[in-house]
């Protein structure tokens, strides 16, 4: 069983940066998602598990970057320029075949709250 707990969440005005990181056990392909209210979790970002592959969604494409320390078995997701559409439950997965979907293990969650 791989556990994964996130961190970094808070609240940050619109313009502003935070930075999310995700600690695992094991070295899987690894992915971010979020899940905004009334709506479905989507997508985010993604990285292969040696670090070189990186995939990111449209709408984070240059603001948002994934990144893995493999040493210390933490992947990050350093946001940038957020936005009040950027509010919601941040997800860490891990191993995934696709990096798109499909993943097996889930975190708990972290908030991430953008004031306009």
């Known amino acids: 069983q791989v556990q994964l707990v996130e961190s970094g969440g808070g609240l940050v005005q619109a313009g502003g940066s935070l930075r999310l990181s995700c600690a695992a056990s094991?070295?899987?392909?690894m992915g971010w998602f979020r899940q905004a209210p009334g709506k479905e979790r989507e997508f985010v970002a993604a990285?292969?598990?040696?670090?070189?592959?990186?995939y990111y969604a449209d709408s984070v494409n240059g603001r948002f970057t994934i990144s893995r320390d493999n040493a210390k078995n933490t992947m990050f997701l350093q946001m940038s320029s957020l936005k009040p559409e950027d509010t919601a439950v941040y997800y860490c997965?891990?191993?995934?075949?696709?990096?798109?979907?499909?993943?097996?293990?889930w975190g708990q969650g972290t908030q991430v709250t953008v004031s306009s």
């Open positions: 997965a891990a191993d995934s075949a696709n990096l798109y979907r499909g993943y097996r293990y």
């Open positions: 990285i292969g598990w040696s670090g070189g592959i990186k």
């Open positions: 094991g070295r899987y392909a």
